[in-house]
């Protein structure tokens, strides 16, 4: 245990707890420090590229203000406990106290950091507040919990370890109430900690906004990315409290300044899609629509999409979906909108991408708004979603409901139907197997009045990353712990086709294959900002004659999927999609955007731009896979891309705040 207070020495009775105050901070900074250093080697392979020393010591410098912030935060009742000027505090008892509050919201904050650094490949930032709405229904997670900590073990135990030295270390002010006998002694203490406690908030304070210089308004995670070559960077420079503390109750959508009006925007992009100019009325095709969205199933798992890449060295871990690309149109380059499945949902059947945080966490969710779905039932189709979780899981029947689908088909409605093997089928975690469901899902729409169009999300590509006992030998663990969960997935893919081919309704149908999202990575090129957004989009015309197969040299992201189904429909009504149509468009003129750690990247050209709102702050080359030639200022395209990603912003946010996301 430290002195701090010597009897003989009657100036440091004043200043024994403050002086214990700051050392005991210093140790809650220890413990950050010690956790960011576990976030960059649970996650090395997102951050070695171009990693440098002098950058790395850059990097964890920058973090010092977010780590200030987040112990000011968390630390605040312990600060004024340990300074409250009442001369009856200073007692054993009353510090003991102290001591346990400091060590139990320092352990939190230090679990959530750790947890976090686990969780982090699936989103490649920080965790916010958003995910206590993403998995507010969620039944399963102990189990995902509890499988997770066993896979990391060593963290339990370096968690373990840290609050052992942190309650070792701990300074305790030896103070003594009685020791203050009279009322000069007693004034004189309430006036000193008056002024340390004073002084101590307007520092504190200070620590929680950031600084107190001219012109600093209080940090927020977007303040990250001035410390980073990179926006993936952000979350080795952020902390997970502070990522929480700050979304709370935030209001996420604000309009820019980049124009005057929707109308002078509208100049420049517009999300509304007219087709009436295009065809002629009353002559839409009455052809079913089938979207297949995969869990995690990134590109880069995908050897027929990867033979630019590695040629006919890569094989990948989808051969089923390998002939279905045979026949399908697919593009050289395509991206998910967002990095989390209800990021997804949105951008492949409503045409919303995914800025700042997930749309269907906002308040902006409960505007007017459609889908596919809600289009296509106007126009007399029978709609259905099919989720093979337990009803509520990740909010998605309430959003099919929102966006038109008539009806939803989950976990619970498969268990009824006993040709499938019921309930035995489930996965232990998150919902029925995707072999068994997929068979579901194609028997289920042999029985739909036609036109139909219907979607299925599947389950079995996920964490914890099992597949059913009689394939374990069949996919044996290979590369990375999600390849046998692709290769499980894949095989259900090509059954549901093989099935799906049988069915009288098969030529008469558009089918759509595409991901949430992408997922683990072993390969450097995925791993890039761009790279983390690398998704398949697969649109498949078995008659070929509103799609044509083939690999286009162009751009593809999941919002085009709405405009450009309804196109090949040839729906002939004005709708909403911040995407484009895929079939029309000039090859040149196709584009993808998406948004990680407060930076927007605008993909077209040939070029990915990063914008952080206010300037261009990288150009690269798509061409240069690992993003390590910043070419800001050197390309002619540049300044028209700026003004075209500043059009869409707008045009987001704005019609996000004003309730404004129909025609």
């Given amino acids: 245990m430290v002195r701090v207070y010597n009897s003989k020495t009657r100036s440091c009775r004043w200043i024994g707890p403050f002086v214990a105050l ?36 850059s990097l964890f410098a920058g973090s010092l203000p977010f780590d200030k912030s987040a112990i000011a935060y968390t630390n605040s009742l312990y600060i004024l406990m340990m300074l409250f000027p009442l001369w009856l ?18 352990t939190i904050a230090l679990v959530i950091n750790l947890c976090d650094s686990v969780y982090f490949p699936y989103t490649l930032r920080r965790t916010t507040t958003s ?39 701990y300074v305790m002010p030896r103070t003594d109430a009685r020791q203050l006998l009279t009322v000069k002694q007693r004034l004189t203490y309430t006036g000193v900690y008056t002024v340390l406690l004073v002084f101590t908030g307007y520092m504190t304070v200070g620590a929680c906004r950031g600084g107190w210089a001219s012109g600093t308004r209080p940090i927020t995670i977007n303040n990250a990315n001035e410390y980073v070559d990179r926006p993936t960077e952000c979350a080795l420079v952020l902390n997970t409290p502070f990522s929480l503390i700050r979304t709370i109750n935030k209001n996420v959508f604000e309009v820019p300044n980049y124009y005057s009006s929707l109308d002078e925007a509208g100049k420049v992009f517009t999300p509304i899609h007219n087709l009436q100019t295009v065809n002629a009325p009353d002559t839409m095709k009455r052809k079913n629509v089938v979207v297949l969205i995969v869990e995690s199933f990134g590109r880069e798992y995908i050897g027929g999409l990867n033979k630019m890449y590695f040629g006919g060295k890569y094989k990948g871990y989808t051969p089923n979906v390998d002939k279905l690309i045979e026949k399908s149109a697919v593009w050289y380059y395509s991206f998910c909108n967002g990095r989390k499945s209800i990021d997804g949902m949105p951008s492949v059947l409503c045409g919303i991408p995914m800025f700042k945080e997930p749309f269907v966490l906002t308040p902006s969710s409960m505007n007017s708004y459609t889908s596919m779905a809600g289009l296509l039932d106007k126009e007399g189709y029978t709609t259905s979603f099919f989720h093979g979780a337990n009803r509520g899981s990740m909010g998605f029947l309430a959003f099919s409901k929102k966006v038109g689908f008539q009806q939803y088909y989950g976990r ?21 197997w995707d072999e068994p469901f997929l068979q579901y899902w194609c028997a289920k729409l042999g029985t739909m009045k036609q036109p139909f169009m219907s979607a299925c999300f599947t389950v079995s590509s996920h964490t914890p990353y099992v597949i059913p006992d009689k394939y374990k030998k069949v996919y044996p663990e290979e590369g990375i712990v999600i390849h046998k969960c692709i290769r499980y997935t894949d095989m259900a893919i090509g059954k549901f086709f093989r099935e799906a081919e049988k069915q009288p309704w098969f030529k008469n149908t558009i089918f759509v294959l595409t991901s949430d999202h992408t997922n683990l990575s072993d390969h450097a090129q995925y791993q890039t900002d761009i790279g983390g957004f690398c998704s398949p989009i697969i649109v498949y015309d078995p008659t070929a004659k509103l799609v044509k197969p083939g690999m286009r040299n162009a751009i593809a992201q999941q919002i085009d999927i709405l405009p450009t189904v309804l196109g090949a429909l040839g729906y002939d009504k004005p709708f909403l999609s911040f995407g484009c149509n895929l079939l029309t468009t000039p090859d040149d003129d196709t584009y993808a955007v998406n948004y990680l750690n407060g930076i927007y990247q605008y993909v077209k050209h040939g070029y990915t731009m990063q914008f952080d709102g206010n300037k261009v702050v990288g150009m690269y080359k798509l061409t240069d896979l690992l993003m390590q030639h910043n070419l800001v200022g050197r390309v002619p395209q540049q300044a028209q891309m700026e003004r075209e990603l500043k059009a869409i912003i707008y045009q987001y946010m704005y019609r996000m705040v004003h309730d404004r996301l129909h025609p």
């Fill in 22 to 57: 700051l050392l005991n901070l210093l140790i809650a900074l220890g413990m950050y420090f010690i956790a960011r250093v576990e976030f960059l080697l649970e996650n090395y392979s997102y951050f070695s590229e171009n990693l440098t020393f002098s950058h790395l010591c």
């Fill in 412 to 432: 619970q409605d498969f268990d009824q139907d006993s040709r499938f093997g019921g309930d035995k089928q489930y996965d232990g975690h998150w919902g029925i």
């Fill in 131 to 169: 995910v206590f709405h993403e998995f507010r229904n969620e039944t399963n997670l102990g189990d995902v919990f509890w499988g997770e900590l066993l896979g990391h073990w060593y963290l339990l135990l370096l968690a373990v370890v840290v609050v052992w030295l942190a309650w070792k270390l």
């Fill in 89 to 106: 505090k200073e007692t054993p008892v009353y510090h003991r106290v102290c001591k346990w509050l400091f060590i139990v919201v320092n």
